[in-house]
């Protein structure tokens, strides 16, 4: 539920999805070394309106995508090109399989790749998200980090019952990437300095350390990113509310 209210609308409601296809694979470094570690791709192919109503009406998969081989092609593509340089280069060669296997059915291709390790405070994970129209020269890159775990000093308002205690505090962020942009950058090394930056200072609000988590990712990443999205949930905040939840988008500017 957590990734899903940060996810975009999709182009086309029209939809095909291979979910949490497992891969063992290497991926730039990992926590400082070179060494496989387990990923999770998922494909969403957008596809035109007539595509999978075809294939519906006549109960016949040649009229669709065929999943069990394209399955077994990314599977090869991804053994074949280890070790990957980053999850984003692995992420665009998926999506190169994955367009010449559907062909003109799709209107659009998504391609998420979560690396199960990619920080050490990241339950959730770190990863990729690559949107690509058809027939396009260009992707919307999102690099992306779930469940990352905080302890920060919160509260000091009359009717917050915890006080200024060390509270736990769940963060997902989004690094929007300017177009076209190519060079491979170190997220957990950004996400490092958000945590660094949030847990030495004391806030009264959840709205107030969203903020200053946004003004730490724009301004470490607006040489590579157009906005930044950051999205924190306190657990147990509300008495009968299973959280209290604070989302903030910034520009990036150089």
Known sequence: MEAAAMMQPPSSPDIISIE??????????VFGKLSPQPHTLTIHFHLHPT???????TDDSRFSIRYWDLERQVLERVKDGAPWASGRALARAVTGVAFVHAGDAVKELQVVLEAQNGHPRATGGMGWELTTPQGALTQDVIAF?????????LGGVDDDRNGRAKQRVVMDIRFLEKS???IDVDYATIVDR???GTEVSEYRTLERLVHEATRIASSASSEHCREVIVRARRPAAMRF???LAVQLSQPCHP
């Open 180 to 182: 076209q942009h190519s």
């Open 145 to 153: 980090v779930r469940g990352l775990e905080l302890g920060v000093l």
């Open 20 to 29: 949490g296809l497992s891969v063992h694979t290497t991926t730039g470094l």
């Open 241 to 243: 509310a299973d959280a």
């Open 51 to 57: 595509s999978l109503l075809l294939a519906a009406t």
């Open 194 to 196: 958000i945590v660094e």
